[in-house]
């Protein structure tokens, strides 16, 4: 059994991840923190009877009462950094899909892990779907290199782009060189109106509106052609049997790790 602590338990994220926690045989739910809904019991929370895990406000008391083997965080952008180095220090392995951490933070997140040898795993994105479609991105750049991303989300998602779309970019560039797409001269009459514009010469576009949940379309042009790479979330469920692979896997690793494929393909 993996005992496991779910940070951001009382969010829609961590409260799919309590009932996939729960649900599995090789699982062993032990603590849940937020900052929102202390006291409450985790199993109320996911509409069951009580359990007897109560939700928690201190992070590092409760890793110490408690004694996690593996975190999954879905906690908020402005505290995954300072979350994340406490999971190391303490030695439990982290699996963390927050999103909003840059890229300075990451490294410096990834060296402490290193010189600990407590590995871990930062994802943007834990559907399967999403890994395959940001995997096929990647290789077709490499015989379209014009191309553009639009990211789809919920209205209440705090950070743009996403994470998703920025690891899409990055894999994207590993595949092709530096492209000027379009003219030099281009002109945007409003601001921003092409989208944000990454080393590279890739466009990213956000898009938050109600009624999404997160989603993502790379779309490619060339000669005489189109091609277009789509992928949808249609419920928070996705991601549930990416989360329970980290899970079962984090502890083999040696240091931090960014990116799902990362435990599938490697």
């Known amino acids: 059994m993996i005992k496991v602590m779910i940070a951001g338990?009382?969010?829609?994220?961590?409260?799919?991840?309590?009932?996939?926690?729960?649900?599995a045989d090789d699982l062993?739910?032990?603590?849940?923190?937020?900052?929102?809904?202390?006291?409450?019991?985790?199993?109320?929370?996911?509409?069951s009877e009580p359990i007897g895990i109560t939700i928690a406000d201190n992070l590092s008391e409760e890793i110490k009462r408690t004694s996690p083997e593996v975190v999954v965080d879905f906690t908020v952008p402005k505290s995954v950094y300072e979350n994340t180095m406490t999971y190391l220090d303490a030695g439990v392995f982290p699996v963390v899909g927050?999103?909003?951490l840059s890229q300075e933070a990451i490294e410096e997140i990834t060296e402490r892990s290193e010189n600990i040898g407590v590995g871990g795993l930062i994802a943007p994105n834990f559907a399967m779907g999403a890994v395959l479609?940001?995997?096929?991105?990647?290789?077709?750049?490499?015989?379209?290199?014009?191309?553009?991303i639009i990211e789809l989300h919920h209205d209440q998602k705090v950070d743009a782009p996403s994470g998703t779309a920025i690891i899409t970019a990055e894999k994207i560039l590993e595949q092709r060189e530096d492209f000027q797409q379009g003219p030099h001269d281009e002109i945007e009459n409003i601001a921003s109106?092409?989208?944000?514009?990454?080393?590279?010469?890739?466009?990213?576009?956000?898009?938050?509106?109600?009624?999404?949940?997160?989603?993502?379309e790379v779309l490619f042009g060339g000669l005489g052609q189109t091609l277009?790479?789509?992928?949808?979330?249609?419920?928070?469920e996705s991601f549930m049997p990416g989360v329970l692979l980290a899970?079962?896997?984090?502890?083999?690793?040696?240091k931090i790790v960014y990116?799902?494929?990362k435990l599938l393909f490697e």
Do not use: C, W
Request: proline share 2%; hydrophobic share 40%; net charge positive.
């Open 28 to 47: 062993q739910l032990v603590g849940a923190v937020d900052s929102m809904g202390k006291g409450t019991d985790v199993g109320v929370l996911v509409a």
């Open 193 to 216: 109106v092409r989208g944000g514009k990454m080393t590279g010469g890739i466009r990213i576009h956000s898009v938050r509106l109600p009624g999404l949940v997160a989603h993502q």
């Open 133 to 148: 479609m940001m995997r096929f991105a990647a290789e077709a750049s490499r015989f379209f290199p014009n191309v553009e």
């Open 259 to 261: 990116g799902l494929d």
């Open 9 to 23: 338990a009382y969010g829609r994220m961590g409260r799919e991840v309590t009932k996939a926690v729960l649900a």
């Open 98 to 100: 927050t999103t909003g």
């Open 228 to 236: 277009s790479i789509r992928h949808d979330t249609i419920n928070r």
């Open 247 to 254: 899970v079962r896997k984090v502890k083999e690793l040696k």
